[in-house]
């Protein structure tokens, strides 16, 4: 194998190299100059990103353990976006709370990034499962960042992470074990019989069980809430949509490529899921009056509607759940580094805590507003056109009962979504003067901004993007 | 595309481009009296071309061209057409509409010179709206497009009579017109509905039985009701006076009344099959007109007494339509915009002259403002119909064809009508322009040329449209011969006593009894007893059937809607216990769902 057979993983390969650079970098440099690692990750990631549109990345690795395609290709820039707006996001915090860990604060995130970026080419179970594990490890030392430095509950947060996610791995690991041990070869398309018996749709559960816990669907999503109020915000906003869009793309790769066979199993069940999502998430998000928490649940159901397109199956389905992920990344993280703007500025993470928010920074609140309307699907934001698309999907494929449930849900999710918006622009508050942003926290929001208003205004140029990845995948 | 048809349609862009430019660029509307030379230098290329149009077509009566595209389909059938439609009747409709707000327009630079420039743009920015809306209705290829400029014109009417808006009169007089419209419009939107049901399009003849032309017929007639101020309908017009007078002159006299007047001849293939209707049409415009006409008398504002006079001249139009003259009506139409409007322009000035509407404050003003007095006396002979003015030959008309339709009520009302309609314009002109100079007319100054000009121009069709009435009637294709039958001489008569009676009355002070006897009448009328009538009607009719909706949305509906709030708040409360912080719970929900799916999976 010469060196130029791996020019398809060149993304990853970056992104390891990158990481490894950060930590070797952080050894040499002084303590003062340790926020330039931060600029540093955020520079390399943004020419990954370019480099993504440069590089000739099509190609087999390994006679098709790993491809490179549009579906790859298209994955790893929602990914790398997601980390360069988290990365942007959290530069001064991440320098002023952490000013000595910096450089493993960054080599984690790249680690993990690496792993996501390549899961979505891999097409046999081995690689699979380090490709989610390299995603998934880092995120829990991530989560417990905070050690127990400003008296919240970081280290109970991580620990819930980390043994959900023991657990997850545990019945990921058991079905792909029951799948490999019938089959005699780990490739996917040799994964599943073209007549599957009892113990294969045995298997293709447990591996959905998997997932369902990387993307936080319910029941697997206890840990969603807890994590997200106890990690800090900056890692949050990054955890809460780039592990989404790995989680979904190796759902996608997995039940899709290697499991059509096995659809009769894994349909009603998924079916299932996405309602009790839906249920939960929507209805304990009213209640909440922390906004991560409230954002937690409303992640959850928002994943709800992402399966739903996956649900929606076929082409245009899976298009249009990457559209919606899109989308997704855009609004979510913006709110996230809202949220995180305002507790910078000491004010704490609940609902209360925007009060006024509209008369203080009134930019800041019209970009909430903007993120806001994107996640609950107003006309004409991006978000808008994400929730349309999987209603349609899920509509042609004869789902008609769940685009009803998915659109009662979308008015309940109003409630607590214009709740939050109600806060910023109605309620009054007690403190003068706008809240402070940083520079590149201003410049990851402003991006966010401009995703979310330009995909709304004008969203095709996606959608035909996400059309063509999908071609990808089969 | 014929250079004709290209004329035709800048008579639409010409204007629609100046409201659109005084919409978008405030800082040319607020210089007030720039923006109005511009509209007013539009308005000039807009009566030049019509001017154009209209040679040609005496030259060649019988031609009809068209360009029209359709652009409201249903079921993949065309339906609603929008373009320009030039025939006779549109040609000498836009004419007219042409000169009278070109008069107006520039008659009004004088009369609002002490408005502030900001609201001089705000006033002509509102003309151009009005000339682009009346054109589009003029020229309309289909109903469709009529009611688009029917409805634009309403709001123009609505933004001009509340041009004064501070005024709390003003506004309610705005409101009011805009309710009342709309109340009528209704109709119209009916009527279409059933018109396009009926013959797929909106076609002006379109091809329908005689008992779907009555329904047509009588819903687009409740919509001319309101638009031309017909009994009992008329209640929004003489309040609309609150408006700046040239506005009154162009809009609630001469040319947006008389839409209605427009769209019975217009759709006259659908009236004329509908009989019934015609005959309604006949006896509701007589009645309309001796009323208003009564009403008149006892006015002592000069603008309600041609507020009233309009409605009752209006009355005549669509009494002349029901029996069947189609010339008739829409002549008298013509004729009365010019002589209507010069009365309104005049009175103007005088309003101008003396900062006041009330006949108390004038008097005498003859002396003072000799040019403006020789216009109004020249109008108001005209309405009265003396014999060579313009009004007395289009007048004639319609009492020859409602004779000869032999409804003897209607006859008989409208020669009465005449009779009054010749003593109150008299009563008019003698407290106005004759007798005792009132305080404030001391004091009243002449207009400037900006507004002598314009009653120059109007003078003109006042003095010598009737001559006319030949060529006129070849625009129809319909023969015109003047004969002078017992009716035209009874008019005459009527007409002439009228005026006779009234200087008598109100010149030289014999016959003292006569204004006493109406007095009551002149209470009846500056009463609201009309109003109130409507008031219940509204109340019963409207107010109740709403009471019963509010009940039902507030108890049923939202009791509903709050029932399933509650209950989505309260499960997403009990579902959030589920959530309770302690690990082990979550692992067993993992291990818990696994093992469910695992088993699915295996009974699968």
Not at chain 1, 114 to 139: H, S, W
Not at chain 1, 339 to 356: F, K
Not at chain 1, 445 to 457: F, N, P, Q, S
């Amino acid at each position: 194998m010469s060196l130029a057979d791996l020019q398809p993983l060149m993304l990853g390969l970056i992104l390891a190299c990158a990481a490894l650079l950060v930590l070797l970098v952080d050894l040499v440099i002084k303590p003062s100059g340790k926020p330039i690692l931060g600029w540093l990750t955020a520079a390399i990631l943004a020419g990954t990103l370019v480099a993504s549109w440069l590089l000739p990345l099509e190609g087999e690795v390994q006679a098709g353990v790993w491809q490179g395609n549009l579906w790859s290709t298209f994955l790893a820039r929602v990914m790398i976006s997601a980390g360069l707006l988290a990365v942007l996001g959290g530069l001064d915090y991440v320098a002023r709370v952490w000013p000595y860990r910096q450089g493993e604060f960054y080599t984690l995130l790249l680690f993990s990034l690496t792993g996501m970026v390549l899961l979505p080419g891999c097409r046999e179970l081995a690689a699979f499962v380090v490709c989610f594990e390299l995603m998934g490890i880092p995120i829990y030392v991530l989560a417990a960042y905070s050690k127990n430095d400003n008296g919240k509950k970081p280290p109970e947060a991580a620990l819930k992470l980390l043994l959900i996610g023991a657990a997850s791995t545990a019945l990921t690991f058991f079905g792909a074990a029951l799948l490999v041990g019938m089959a005699g070869s780990s490739r996917f398309a040799e994964l599943v019989p073209y007549e599957p018996g009892p113990l294969h749709a045995v298997a293709a559960l447990l591996l959905l069980a998997g997932m369902a816990f990387k993307i936080g669907v319910a029941p697997f999503h206890m840990w969603v809430p807890d994590t997200y109020e106890g990690s800090p915000t900056p890692v949050v906003a990054f955890l809460s949509v780039a592990p989404k869009v790995a989680g979904f793309a190796a759902l996608s790769s997995i039940f899709l490529i290697a499991m059509p066979t096995l659809a009769h199993a894994w349909r009603p069940m998924l079916w299932l899921l996405v309602v009790v999502t839906m249920v939960v998430g929507n209805l304990v998000a009213i209640p909440q009056t922390n906004l991560k928490r409230l954002m937690a649940f409303s992640g959850v159901a928002q994943v709800g509607y992402i399966l739903l397109g996956f649900l929606g199956g076929a082409e245009f389905g899976a298009a249009m759940m990457l559209f919606y992920l899109a989308t997704y990344v855009f609004a979510n993280i913006g709110m996230f580094l809202i949220v995180h703007a305002v507790a910078e500025a000491g004010e704490g993470e609940d609902i209360v805590s925007l009060n006024g928010l509209a008369r203080r920074s009134p930019w800041l609140a019209l970009a909430l507003l903007m993120f806001l309307l994107s996640l609950a699907g107003i006309p004409f934001v991006a978000g808008f056109w994400a929730k349309f698309y999987v209603f349609t999907a899920a509509w042609r494929a004869g789902h008609g009962e769940m685009v009803l449930l998915g659109a009662l849900f979308a008015t309940v999710a109003l409630f607590y979504y214009l709740g939050v918006a109600r806060a910023a622009f109605v309620n009054k508050s007690a403190i003068e003067g706008p809240v402070p942003v940083k520079r590149p926290l201003a410049l990851a929001i402003v991006v966010c901004l401009l995703g979310t208003v330009g995909l709304g205004a004008w969203p095709n140029p996606l959608v035909e993007a996400a059309l063509a990845a999908v071609q990808g995948l089969y | 595309m014929s250079p004709l048809l290209m004329a035709a349609l800048a008579t639409l862009a010409i204007p629609a481009g100046m409201t659109l430019l005084f919409g978008v660029v405030p800082m040319l509307r607020r210089t007030g009296k720039p923006a109005a030379i511009l509209s007013i230098l539009a308005a000039t290329t807009v009566l030049g071309i019509a001017g154009w149009l209209f040679a040609t077509w005496l030259g060649n009566p019988t031609e009809s061209l068209q360009i029209a595209t359709y652009w409201l389909t249903m079921g993949g059938q065309p339906l609603g057409q929008v373009g320009v439609h030039l025939d006779g009747i549109s040609v000498s409709m836009l004419l007219v509409v042409a000169t009278v707000a070109w008069c107006v327009q520039l008659f009004s630079l004088g009369y609002l010179s002490d408005e502030p420039p900001n609201g001089l743009g705000r006033y002509f920015t509102y003309q151009s709206l009005f000339l682009f809306s009346m054109n589009l209705l003029v020229l309309a290829p289909d109903l469709m497009q009529l009611f688009i400029g029917w409805e634009l014109v309403g709001a123009t009417s609505y933004l001009l009579i509340g041009f004064w808006y501070p005024k709390p009169a003003a506004a309610k007089a705005a409101i009011k017109a805009f309710v009342v419209t709309k109340f009528a419009d209704s109709g119209l939107i009916l009527g279409l509905m059933v018109l396009a049901v009926a013959s797929g399009g909106f076609a002006w003849d379109a091809p329908i039985t005689p008992a779907t032309a009555e329904i047509v017929a009588g819903l687009l007639f409740v919509a001319v009701m309101g638009k031309s101020a017909q009994f009992p309908l008329h209640i929004w017009l003489p309040d609309a006076m609150q408006g700046p007078t040239p506005v009154s002159a162009l809009l609630h006299a001469a040319t947006m009344v008389a839409a209605g007047v427009y769209l019975i001849v217009r759709a006259d293939p659908i009236f004329s099959a509908a009989v019934h209707v015609r005959e309604f049409m006949t006896y509701l415009g007589a009645f309309t007109a001796l009323f208003a006409a009564i009403i008149a008398t006892v006015q002592t504002d000069i603008k309600k007494v041609l507020a009233y006079s309009t409605c009752s001249q209006l009355g005549y139009m669509i009494s002349g339509l029901g029996a069947g003259s189609l010339l008739g009506g829409y002549f008298h139409l013509t004729t009365h915009a010019f002589f209507k409007a010069l009365l309104f322009l005049a009175a103007g000035a005088v309003i101008h002259a003396v900062h006041s509407n009330e006949f108390t404050d004038m008097g005498g003003l003859f002396k003072k403002l000799k040019f403006v007095a020789i216009a109004f006396i020249f109008g108001s002979l005209s309405l009265a119909g003396v014999p060579g003015l313009a009004g007395f030959y289009s007048k004639d008309l319609i009492l020859e064809a409602v004779h000869e339709s032999g409804n003897h009520f209607a006859l008989f009302a409208l020669l009465l009508t005449a009779g009054l309609t010749a003593f109150y314009m008299t009563r008019t002109v003698v407290k106005t322009f004759l007798g005792q100079m009132s305080h404030s007319a001391e004091h009243a100054h002449g207009p400037g040329p900006s507004m002598t000009l314009p009653l120059l121009v109007l003078l003109v069709p006042t003095i010598a449209l009737g001559w006319a009435a030949g060529p006129f009637a070849t625009l129809f294709g319909k023969p015109y011969e003047f004969h002078m039958g017992l009716v035209g001489y009874t008019a005459i008569a009527l007409g002439l006593g009228g005026i006779a009676l009234g200087y008598l009355v109100y010149g030289l002070g014999a016959l003292a009894f006569l204004p006493r006897l109406f007095k009551p009448v002149a209470t009846l009328a500056n009463s609201s007893v009309m109003d109130e009538l409507w008031q219940s009607v509204y109340e019963i009719g409207g107010q109740t059937p709403s009471r019963a909706a509010a009940w039902t949305d507030r108890y049923i509906v939202d009791g509903l809607m709050n029932f399933i709030g509650w209950l989505t708040i309260v499960l997403g409360q009990q579902l959030r216990k589920l959530q309770t912080g302690d690990v082990q719970d979550y692992l067993y929900a993992v291990f818990g769902a696994a093992a469910l799916l695992a088993l699915f999976g295996g009974w699968r």
